[in-house]
């Protein structure tokens, strides 16, 4: 086995192993391209990447931006399945699908995705995640959905669980978004101690799976929510309730309606979770959660494809569970919600 030798920049082949435990060959041309990311996380971490298999479910805003970075870090393969058709506010924040609306998302997407990494393979499917058995899943090691309903997210990731499959969930709705993260009950990964020369030291996370995450209620810290919690966490809890009900998020064809929608769930979900009435900061919060904005996608996104990266290379530590952006505060939170 070879490496990129950093005091004199020649890159030899790479062997890395797929899921067969075959010999796979890392040639000088990919070892050129990986150069700096080999530079920066080592060869074992890139191995990893290079026989990972991505399902990408929802091919939207924040979807594109993940599918950048993590096509970029140079994984085996990506099937992007969407059964969704380009409209209006696809042209605002989706990376791939430029103008060509009503045209199916996956399809458009695919020839702009391939020609970030050639050395990447690259599927769509332009049917819907709800419809998928068990046994589709079965070809992948990471599986990523976005902005879908709350039951088919935690359909999948039981799903994912039971067949020890790296579960990702995402959405963005106007100026809040999230990231989820269930690796199973024990995650290994190697963290670097800054400004050490010793070697990395080997750790493990148990998650926590999303509907777990999710029956969380006020308690101790540690245990439940408290005043501290982030109000992006509670403003997902009522937008997924909204979805439950309404088979769709809030949409700027009825925005007025949907904001007294979000008004009442909210008083509802506040009352069942336990929590404070003025856990939520932003009065008029209800009123910046339409449509999908370009900024909030390329840091939602970003740091989903890095939580990816970093889960595959089990180089550091990814998050424990939730990221939560709040675009009103440009302010990013972790939570680690559920035992």
């Known amino acids: 086995?070879?490496?990129?030798?950093?005091?004199?920049?020649?890159?030899?082949?790479?062997?890395?192993?797929?899921?067969?435990?075959?010999?796979?060959?890392?040639?000088?041309?990919?070892?050129?391209?990986?150069?700096?990311?080999?530079?920066?996380?080592?060869?074992?971490?890139?191995?990893?990447?290079?026989?990972?298999?991505?399902?990408?479910?929802?091919?939207?805003?924040?979807?594109?931006?993940?599918?950048?970075?993590?096509?970029?870090?140079?994984?085996?393969?990506?099937?992007?399945?969407d059964d969704q058709m380009v409209d209006a506010s696809d042209t605002l924040s989706n990376?791939?699908?430029?103008?060509?609306?009503?045209?199916?998302?996956?399809?458009?997407?695919?020839?702009?995705?391939?020609?970030?990494?050639?050395?990447?393979?690259?599927?769509?499917?332009?049917?819907?995640?709800?419809?998928?058995?068990v046994d589709y899943f079965r070809a992948y090691d990471v599986v990523i959905v976005a902005n879908h309903d709350k039951q088919t997210m935690i359909k999948v990731n039981r799903i994912c669980n039971e067949l020890n499959i790296k579960f990702f969930a995402t959405a963005i709705w106007g100026s809040f978004g999230f990231t989820f993260t269930d690796l199973g009950s024990d995650h290994?990964?190697?963290?670097?101690?800054?400004?050490?020369?010793s070697k990395p030291n080997k750790s493990s996370k148990s998650y926590t799976p999303l509907e777990t995450a999710l029956a969380v209620k006020a308690g101790k810290a540690g245990y439940g929510l408290t005043k501290r919690t982030s109000s992006t966490f509670i403003i997902t809890h009522i937008i997924l309730e909204f979805c439950d009900k309404h088979s769709r998020y809030p949409s700027t064809d009825s925005r007025d309606e949907d904001i007294k929608e979000l008004e009442k769930l909210q008083k509802e979900v506040i009352e069942r979770l336990g929590v404070d009435d003025n856990i939520i900061k932003h009065k008029d919060w209800h009123k910046e959660v339409f449509g999908q904005l370009s900024p909030v996608s390329a840091i939602v996104g970003g740091v989903l494809g890095q939580d990816v990266i970093r889960a595959v290379s089990q180089k550091d530590s990814p998050i424990r569970n939730f990221f939560l952006f709040d675009g009103?505060?440009?302010?990013?939170?972790?939570?680690?919600?559920g035992k």
């Open 95 to 133: 990376l791939f699908t430029k103008r060509r609306i009503g045209q199916n998302r996956a399809q458009v997407s695919k020839e702009l995705v391939q020609s970030l990494n050639p050395n990447v393979a690259v599927n769509c499917d332009n049917t819907s995640l709800k419809d998928k058995d």
């Open 188 to 197: 290994s990964y190697f963290a670097e101690k800054p400004n050490s020369k």
């Open 328 to 337: 009103i505060l440009c302010n990013g939170s972790i939570e680690s919600i």
């Open 1 to 81: 086995m070879c490496e990129v030798l950093p005091q004199t920049g020649h890159q030899l082949a790479v062997d890395v192993k797929d899921k067969t435990d075959k010999e796979v060959a890392m040639s000088e041309e990919e070892a050129a391209l990986y150069d700096r990311q080999i530079r920066l996380w080592g060869v074992s971490a890139q191995k990893k990447l290079r026989t990972a298999n991505v399902l990408m479910a929802g091919v939207n805003g924040v979807g594109s931006e993940a599918v950048k970075n993590i096509v970029l870090s140079g994984v085996k393969g990506i099937t992007l399945l």
